[in-house]
């Protein structure tokens, strides 16, 4: 009977109509939670026979929610710099746990504290997870999970950082006395050519043990001057005499350094080899562009060094940390000294929206998403990353009272068509009277 279908219709309206006004308390009581995505209820007729007939029976509705997970929310600033919001698409890379087999969650709630241990977590527990750098800042995307590593800074305190640049910017007087005798390589690094100008820095081997290196000048020549690096004392590598490199610096009629008539190796990163056992990485040497007056130079000033020194040593205490909008998280110690730890990545999907939601705002993947992939900020469609910010909540509050309004009626409807029925199927049991 097309009446017992009408029934069935309220009852389907009353189930579809509550469905409804619980993604409205769902977004209403998250309205101030940290990069939320609103739920919308999306309706679909259910259908009991769709073809043309006399007689019609009702099939009701149903409702489905649907979770604009694509929508941004708006960026808003805060005092922390481990706050984070991601500027287009992607997620944070979350686990429940600091271990490689606890579930992992993909969120974009990056209100990132480093808790009692000096994890990074966000204010539903979850995990931050990154690649952690070698001592060059380098790292290697496998697209693996397993490569990812918690991330954590309070580990570094007391440790050791090696040398991994230096940098000179050096004026060599060009008006100096032109050395007139022989000169051999090795001879300033043993003494027995004494340099127009030498300038000692401080490098530092893995274990943060300290070492003197030169850097020794001679002026052989209009624009022409010989440059030797080496150890001091010599016992301290492998190398013969400690002398590392040794050449030609030449320079320009202007003054800037002139790198093709200079011998290339002497700009060459240095591979040293310490004698105490403990291990190095090659020394990045910034000596200038060819043809720039930002490292070394030959002008009229006395031979001086203007600005530069190397990288290393015993890291201090952490003082701050920084994120760069490519996702390079960099310890920030008390002695103003600065290392780059771990590199962030971002997870994206090819569907988004199919995304499973957990508890504490986060997702997991399924077949609906897509298969996942990580990439650093800003490569291959990733979002870039926004410091000192956090993503607000999509919700319209307004909008969210008018849907209030829209569905309390409708189930008043559906009752009303309950209650009616009910009548109508009273006047039909009231015929055997």
């Given at each position: 009977m097309s009446l017992y279908s009408a029934l069935y219709a309220g009852v389907s309206g009353l189930s579809a109509q509550s469905s409804a006004m619980a993604t409205v308390a769902d977004n209403i009581t998250n309205i101030n939670t940290v990069a939320y995505k609103g739920v919308e209820a999306q309706f679909r007729t259910l259908v009991t026979d769709g073809r043309t007939a006399s007689s019609y029976s009702a099939g009701g509705v149903a409702a489905t929610p649907i979770t604009q997970v694509t929508k941004q929310g708006l960026p808003q600033a805060t005092g922390s710099s481990t706050d984070l919001a991601i500027n287009g698409d992607g997620f944070f890379i979350t686990r429940t746990g600091t271990s490689g087999n606890d579930p992992v969650a993909y969120t974009r709630a990056g209100s990132f504290k480093p808790d009692e241990q000096g994890f990074m977590r966000n204010s539903s527990g979850m995990y931050l997870y990154g690649w952690r750098l070698d001592a060059t800042g380098s790292y290697t995307n496998t697209g693996s999970l397993d490569t990812l590593s918690p991330v954590r800074l309070s580990d570094l305190v007391g440790t050791a950082a090696p040398s991994t640049k230096l940098e000179a910017r050096i004026n060599l007087q060009s008006d100096a006395t032109t050395y007139a005798g022989a000169y051999t390589a090795g001879d300033m690094a043993s003494g027995t050519v004494t340099p127009t100008f030498t300038r000692p820095f401080t490098v530092y081997d893995s274990q943060g043990g300290s070492h003197q290196l030169n850097m020794s000048f001679l002026k052989t020549g209009a624009n022409s001057w010989k440059m030797e690096t080496y150890m001091v004392p010599a016992s301290d590598t492998t190398a013969p005499g400690g002398l590392l490199t040794s050449g030609t610096v030449a320079f320009n009629g202007d003054g800037s350094l002139n790198r093709t008539g200079s011998t290339a190796a002497l700009f060459n990163p240095l591979n040293i080899t310490y004698t105490n056992g403990a291990t190095s990485v090659p020394i990045n040497l910034q000596l200038g562009d060819?043809?720039?007056?930002?490292?070394?130079?030959?002008?009229?000033?006395?031979?001086?060094?203007?600005?530069?020194?190397?990288?290393?040593?015993?890291?201090?205490?952490?003082?701050?940390?920084?994120?760069?909008?490519?996702?390079?998280?960099?310890?920030?110690?008390?002695?103003?000294?600065?290392r780059k730890v771990f590199q962030l990545p971002v997870a994206t999907f090819p569907n988004p929206n199919g995304l499973t939601r957990i508890s504490g705002n986060a997702y997991t993947g399924n077949r609906s998403s897509g298969t996942m992939t990580m990439n650093a900020p800003g490569q291959l469609g990733a979002g870039k990353l926004l410091s000192n910010t956090l993503e607000a909540s999509t919700v319209d509050l307004a909008g969210e009272f008018t849907n209030m309004i829209r569905f309390q009626r409708a189930y008043s409807a559906s009752s009303k068509i309950i209650t009616t029925v009910d009548d109508m199927l009273r006047e039909v049991s009231d015929l055997k009277r």
């Open positions: 060819n043809g720039g007056i930002n490292g070394l130079t030959s002008f009229g000033q006395p031979s001086s060094m203007i600005r530069g020194g190397a990288d290393g040593g015993i890291l201090g205490n952490i003082a701050a940390t920084d994120i760069s909008p490519d996702g390079v998280v960099s310890a920030i110690f008390d002695d103003g000294s600065t």
